[in-house]
């Protein structure tokens, strides 16, 4: 499985991006939301299949969090893709907002590994023959 | 993990009065080899109590014991890891499979009785709440969950249904975050209508067990692995005779009645098995 890890901190991108390769995905990095896009038009123009996962920071410069991810919901042709927030905003209204854009999950910082591998597998992403 | 920093104060006298202590209080079986789970775990009660290390704790408990000490003792000796959906099939196959066979089951004015039988801080439970709450009109109503554990401190988190940032992050699916939790200070805390549905309380599995049944529905999960079998056989037994003869029983992923108490049947509950008992006991 693919995985696309959006953060403008290239540590938090290291740090999901390395627990993502733990359970077998491979992974793209985007240190912001057009960047993302950028990554996303070039796959479809090419001809490939959109990531599976693309675990989205919410504050980043140039195009944030919430900016992505309601575009990405424009495009029929992303459907696919499974977005989660991984973010610091931990507010009732922001979780609510960030679903309604159209995030499918939402994980709030600071996590453990556990909890990424707890959300993959409700969201059925977990690759398989991977260790849990 | 806390290996270098707690050299063991412990004697092998203590260690064994320690187990002793658990496996008669609690049933749980601490093998020989737990020594640094007991000093970890211990520390910070011997510190809470101005004693120089585990050691002087364990002295003092054995010179004059009392059931306040007992029971702090065996409280920091259980392992409260816990997450909401935990392993995922269990629930949606109670929702999906064993809510329908219940409801065909009952008249409409009869209550759906279930238990989390080692219920830590309130996950499970309150899992389980939340599904029901969105799968069944009316369950506010209908469905009373029984939490319970030997652990003081579990039942009244439980109760309160507090929960750290680290803990949501724990399995809880967002939509359902924000459909049944509220922010309060720092923490998450599951709205009044669903903690409404649940009463929590302590419980000793081997020892008095709860008169809020019968039940429809039994969660003993991930609590057996601490016992040993004649235990396991005894605590099967008494839980089914708390059971409706065509209740469902759920263990946890590495748990079986198999080759413990043969009165249950494995049935399939989606992509994941629970237990029904083939005949009832009569005589717990
Ligand atoms: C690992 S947790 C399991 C929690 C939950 N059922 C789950 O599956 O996630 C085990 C719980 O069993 C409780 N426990 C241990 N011995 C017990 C006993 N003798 N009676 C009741 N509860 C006990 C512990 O306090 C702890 O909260």
Redo the contacts between chains.
């Keep these: 499985m693919h995985a696309l890890v959006i953060d403008d901190s290239r540590a938090m991108r290291r740090i999901v991006g390395g627990i993502l390769k733990g359970l077998g995905y491979t992974v793209t990095e985007a240190g912001h939301g057009r960047e993302a896009l950028d990554v996303l038009v070039a796959t479809t123009a090419a001809g490939g299949a959109v990531p599976d996962l693309a675990c989205v920071d919410w504050n980043m410069p140039v195009m944030d969090g919430l900016e992505f991810v309601t575009a990405v919901r424009a495009q029929p042709a992303w459907r696919s893709m499974t977005m989660m927030m991984v973010t610091t905003e931990s507010e009732h209204a922001q979780v609510v907002r960030a679903l309604a854009a159209g995030a499918h999950e939402y994980m709030i910082k600071p996590f453990t590994p556990d909890a990424f591998a707890d959300k993959l597998s409700l969201l059925g992403l977990v690759p398989q023959g991977e260790p849990a | 993990m806390s290996t270098a920093s707690t050299a063991s104060t412990l004697s092998p006298s203590g260690f064994d009065f320690v187990r002793a202590l658990v496996h008669r209080e609690s049933a749980i079986v601490l093998a020989p080899g737990k020594e640094y789970l007991v000093e970890a775990r211990l520390s910070p009660l011997a510190r809470s109590r101005g004693l120089r290390d585990v050691q002087a704790l364990v002295e003092a408990v054995r010179s004059s014991p009392d059931v306040e000490s007992t029971q702090l003792i065996v409280e920091a000796l259980t392992t409260n890891e816990t997450?909401?959906?935990r392993d995922?099939d269990p629930f949606t196959g109670m929702v999906q499979v064993v809510l329908p066979s219940l409801l065909a089951a009952r008249t409409p004015a009869e209550p759906l009785r279930i238990w989390s039988a080692a219920c830590s801080s309130g996950q499970e439970p309150y899992t389980i709440a939340m599904l029901l709450k969105d799968a069944l009109p009316g369950a506010g109503e209908r469905v009373r969950i029984s939490a319970s554990d030997i652990s003081r401190e579990m039942v009244e988190r439980t109760r309160g249904g507090r929960f750290s940032?680290?803990e949501?992050?724990?399995?809880l699916?967002?939509?359902l975050?924000?459909r049944h939790l509220?922010?309060a200070g720092n923490d998450w805390q599951v709205n009044p209508d669903l903690r409404r549905m649940v009463t929590a309380f302590e419980c000793n599995l081997v020892g008095t067990l709860p008169r809020t049944g019968p039940f429809d529905v039994v969660f003993l999960r991930n609590v057996l692995i601490y016992f040993d079998i004649p235990t396991k056989r005894s605590i099967l037994a008494r839980v089914r005779a708390l059971m409706r003869p065509d209740g469902w029983l759920f263990l946890g992923a590495a748990e079986s009645t198999l080759g413990v108490d043969d009165a249950w049947e494995r049935v399939p509950v989606g992509r994941s098995s629970a237990y029904r008992p083939t005949r009832p006991n009569r005589g717990a």
Excluded at chain 2, 168 to 171: F, I, L, T, W
Aim: proline residues 12%; glycine residues 12%.
């Design positions: 997450s909401w959906f995922g940032q680290m949501v992050n724990r399995g699916p967002a939509p975050l924000v509220t922010r």
